[in-house]
């Protein structure tokens, strides 16, 4: 006797994630809008005499040690955490996905110098690299930054080389080159639509890897730096308190945890949108 066994086809998966994310978003756009329209406190004001007080209406996540209103320092750091985060992918993309279409198309020798490039950038683990050149770039922000994206495109170049490599092979592009448009074109408006649900995904899926990496750096000093708030900065600021005040260490790792979540499950429902293959991610 068979067992009976719910079906979930993709099109109801599909809107289940959907309509969780944009719930998500619905929730932190109203947090957000009651954070700056309704309480108004200076993420960076210090105010001693407000320090480490519990939650009330004026703050409804207390103090920090310096007396700043914990919620606000909560929102702005994800501000600067997601936001680099996104900088960070889309810098990335802007200078992979040319070099992708470029090699895989042209190959030769400008295919083989890229490869050397990619294989030097790979033989190494991306932590390790982003370490090192946030050391040499010194700490910061945007040193911080620009070390990701130098870890990153290289990812991003080879998935759109090796999509660009099998999709030249096919008879559209074929006739393509025969009817006598140029590289360009052949790029721009045959291979490029293939690529894009491969990069999205890929880019989503990234995107809370690299949360980690800046909550990760800035936490051991790398990254933000005081008074700017932001959610691995908040979390070192908080150990000494943890004993007495763990909430101001559970708030920004909570919410670090949910948006790795949602960013994953973003991926999920762009990988089943655009019908990608696992191994093509990989």
């Known amino acids: 006797m068979k067992e009976w066994s719910l079906p979930w086809p993709k099109v ?30 200076d993420p ?22 310096l007396g700043r209103d914990v919620l606000t320092r909560l929102l ?13 992918l889309i810098v990335s993309l802007v200078i992979g996905i040319p070099f992708g279409l470029i090699s895989g198309f042209r190959r030769g020798l400008v295919d083989r110098i890229f490869m050397r490039i990619a294989d030097g950038f790979l033989a190494f683990p ?7 050149l946030s050391g040499l770039l010194g700490a910061g922000i945007g040193n911080l930054v620009l070390a990701i994206v130098i870890v990153k495109w290289v990812s991003y170049a080879r998935l759109v ?6 999709e030249s092979q ?26 894009v649900g491969h990069v999205l995904v890929l880019a989503s899926l990234d995107l809370g890897k690299v949360i980690l990496l800046i909550s990760a ?16 900065a908040m979390l070192n600021d908080s ?15 909570l919410a670090i945890v949910i948006a790795v979540l949602l960013t994953n499950m973003l991926g999920d429902y762009l990988r089943d949108l655009f019908d990608v293959k696992k191994e093509v991610q990989s």
């Not at 702005?76 to 960070?88: N, R």
């Open 126 to 132: 991306d932590t390790i690299v982003a370490i090192v």
């Open 217 to 232: 750096f800035s936490y051991i000093g790398l990254g933000a730096q005081p008074p700017i708030p932001e959610w691995g």
């Open 161 to 166: 080389r090796s999509t660009v490599l099998a």
């Open 12 to 41: 109801k998966k599909r809107r289940w994630l959907g309509g969780i994310a944009w719930m998500c978003v619905l929730l932190t756009g109203l947090v957000v809008i009651y954070a700056f329209f309704v309480l108004r406190h």
């Open 170 to 195: 096919k008879d559209y592009v074929l006739i393509a080159r025969t009817n006598g448009l140029s590289p360009g074109k052949i790029m721009r408006k045959h291979l490029f639509p293939h690529i």
């Open 44 to 65: 960076t004001l210090t105010n001693l005499d407000n320090r480490l007080q519990g939650a009330s209406l004026q703050h409804p996540l207390g103090t920090d040690q």
């Open 239 to 253: 150990r000494p308190y943890f004993q007495s005040k763990p909430e101001f260490m559970i708030y920004p790792g």
């Open 76 to 88: 702005l750091g994800g501000q600067q955490t997601i936001g680099y985060s996104l900088l960070a």
